[in-house]
């Protein structure tokens, strides 16, 4: 079964996409390049509908980083099969990169696999897959430089999107619950931005397009959607709190290792 590989990018990123044809052909995939959504795409009257609609004021690349993600996952809740998403700023490690995602595609029971090291995780029961580990995934704090999506879980995260509308990427991704999502450990893949964490160089082409914007909204919120951003801030604060109670003796906070060896 062919897995799509999906990399979203910019077409103007050409040093980030010949890094990463050059990384595919080295782990035996053709990418399927998935447009990111510009910011010059992003009208003011979209970008002011859902600027404020998370827990704090968006940055117009972060509402259009959401929209590019949003677009690959009616594609493949659109689909049968599931497939992997990587933004263009991902280190893949491991020695047999493509034959891991096979076996997790084959096997896995799941809705998602987040693929990605990056700081701490709270990670629970155990899922062997071949010679595989993935560990359920309770909270993350990891991007969404890198994961595998089925159809299932691409139609559980558009659900959210109708009720709870634009958020960053990765926290809309790690606070969505509900289905059944899990961490390959080791992980298989990092942000270039954090490879100096794992002992790699930093990367020429590792700068966040986001992080260059210092700005958010140029209008300001009422101070009805101030308050509506605070209480949801509070609401997801709760809910953290009340993972770690609830299951304090279940799962464990941890850092996840990254199987750097590729790029050493």
């Not at 209008?219 to 609401?235: E, G, S, V």
Request: charged share 20%; net charge positive; with cysteine.
């Amino acid at each position: 079964m062919t897995v799509p590989v999906y990399i979203i990018s910019l077409a103007s990123a050409e040093h980030r996409r010949a890094f990463q044809e050059a990384q595919a052909q080295r782990l035996g995939f053709e990418p399927v390049w998935f447009a990111a959504v510009g910011v010059n795409e992003i009208s003011d009257a979209f970008f002011l509908q859902h600027a404020f609609q998370w827990e704090r004021a968006l940055k117009k690349t972060e509402v259009a980083c959401f929209m590019s993600h949003l677009n690959i996952w009616r594609t493949i809740a659109a689909g049968d099969s599931p497939a992997v998403v990587l933004e263009d700023d991902v280190l893949l490690g491991g020695s047999d990169w493509l034959n891991d995602i096979g076996l997790l595609v084959r096997q896995a029971q799941a809705d998602c696999i987040c693929l990605e090291a990056w700081g701490k995780k709270l990670l629970g029961e155990v899922q062997s897959v071949a010679h595989l580990k993935l560990q359920r995934l309770y909270l993350n704090s990891a991007g969404a430089a890198a994961y595998l999506l089925w159809p299932r879980g691409a139609l559980h995260l558009l659900s959210r999107y109708e009720s709870h509308g634009v958020a960053l990427a990765d926290a809309f991704i790690n606070q969505t619950t509900g289905w059944r999502v899990w961490q390959l450990v080791p992980a298989n893949a990092i942000q270039m931005s954090v490879g100096p964490s794992y002992g790699l160089p930093l990367h020429p082409c590792g700068e966040s397009t986001i992080a260059r914007e210092i700005h958010a909204s140029a209008t300001p919120p009422t101070p009805t959607l101030i308050f509506l951003m605070k209480w949801r801030r509070l609401k997801g604060e709760l809910k953290k709190a009340h993972i770690r109670i609830r299951a304090l003796l279940m799962i464990k906070r941890k850092y996840v290792p990254y199987l750097n060896h590729l790029h050493r």
